[in-house]
């Protein structure tokens, strides 16, 4: 039984009789919105770590906006939140010490203000495990959308990949094989776009484990962050959660241990980040689901290793891995080593 208007989260603060329920109401329409555009509908938080510093989110004012298109189309009511950014090159000592201040952010919104669904805008390493930890301890409706791989590097012929190269060519600068002038060329050719490394590094590898959650629309995870599919993505996701507001479709309905199982099989399959290791623990203690290094050990073993990507494979990059399937080939392939189910 889908929910009925009264029975939403946000209408205690607007559908509700008295004198704060009125007030709460007159700061809506302080805001713009007229009564017919808000009340009874669900309100959607577009939680958004973009910030001026946040290379990999540098597409996610503008992607927001396609977001809150499907939240308008679907008959929900989108309102931005800005939660912190956590650029991973930038932020100092490491990113790591604030993924639980994202995690205790995000739950935070979501508590105080008269929200009914959350899409989750995060993709650099820290910031999607933070999102999701979030939104599993608030406990309500809740889509991802990661921000995508950015475009290959190229640089005389080559394509080069976020991280490892640096480290390659600074060695070969300082073994002195390559010039001042070549590393300089290299360095303009490294990060052509928005969006998150796109070797299968730790962005990638979450955006892959929490489609393997189904945290995400299908094939979300590597869509390139510049790539038309991505706003209609991003746009189809607006749609969802409103959707999934009504048929009250929490985080906790969607995980449990076989969808924890299905990322750590995604990302062995992946060839994807140890520090997948960190993170899906981390989930999955939020959700109260058993999680240690043994059940990543056993399911390594009876899992195959499917792709084949940059740093731990070939020089394939995520742009590659989107136009031979991308994530949704990829999980249709790793589906026998899958548990497929319904959400609960
Ligand atoms: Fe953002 Fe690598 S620096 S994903």
């Known amino acids: 039984m889908p929910k009925r208007p009264e029975e939403l989260r946000s209408h205690r603060w607007f559908g509700a009789e008295g004198m704060r329920a009125a007030n709460h109401r007159s700061r809506m329409l302080q805001l713009g919105l007229g009564h017919e555009e808000f009340q009874g509908r669900p309100v959607i938080g577009i939680v958004n770590t973009w910030s001026d510093l946040m290379h990999c989110h540098a597409h996610f ?94 640089w005389r012929g080559r ?68 790539d038309s599919a991505h706003p209609r993505m991003a746009a189809a996701a607006g749609r969802r959660i409103v959707a999934m507001v009504w048929e009250d479709l929490t985080l906790g309905r969607l995980l449990d241990q076989r969808s924890l199982d299905n990322a750590v099989a995604a990302t062995m399959a992946f060839g994807g980040s140890t520090n997948a290791i960190p993170h899906l623990i981390a989930i999955a203690r939020r959700a109260g689901i058993a999680m240690d290094l043994d059940r990543f050990d056993a399911i390594s073993r009876r899992v195959p290793l499917i792709a084949n990507l940059r740093p731990n494979g070939s020089t394939h990059l995520m742009e590659d891995f989107f136009y031979a399937g991308g994530s949704r080939g990829f999980l249709a392939t790793l589906a026998p080593h899958l548990a497929l189910m319904r959400a609960r």
């Open 61 to 154: 004012r503008e992607r927001a906006q396609d977001v809150k298109r499907g939240v308008w189309a679907a008959g929900g009511v989108p309102v931005e939140i800005p939660a912190m950014a956590l650029p991973e090159v930038f932020q100092k000592p490491s990113t790591m010490l604030y993924r639980n201040f994202l995690a205790m952010e995000t739950e935070e919104i979501a508590r105080s203000l008269p929200l009914d669904g959350l899409v989750l805008m995060g993709g650099c390493d820290k910031t999607g495990p933070a999102l999701i930890m979030g939104a599993i301890s608030m406990g309500l409706p809740a889509i991802y959308v990661p921000a995508g791989p950015m475009l290959s590097g190229h």
């Open 159 to 226: 394509k080069l990949g976020s991280g490892s190269d640096v480290w390659k060519y600074h060695a070969e600068l300082r073994a002195g094989t390559i010039t001042q002038q070549a590393w300089k060329e290299m360095e303009s050719g490294l990060s052509r776009s928005a969006g998150t490394c796109m070797t299968a590094g730790t962005a990638s590898t979450m955006a892959l484990a929490a489609e393997a959650m189904g945290l995400t629309l299908p094939g979300a995870a590597s869509i390139p962050a510049v």
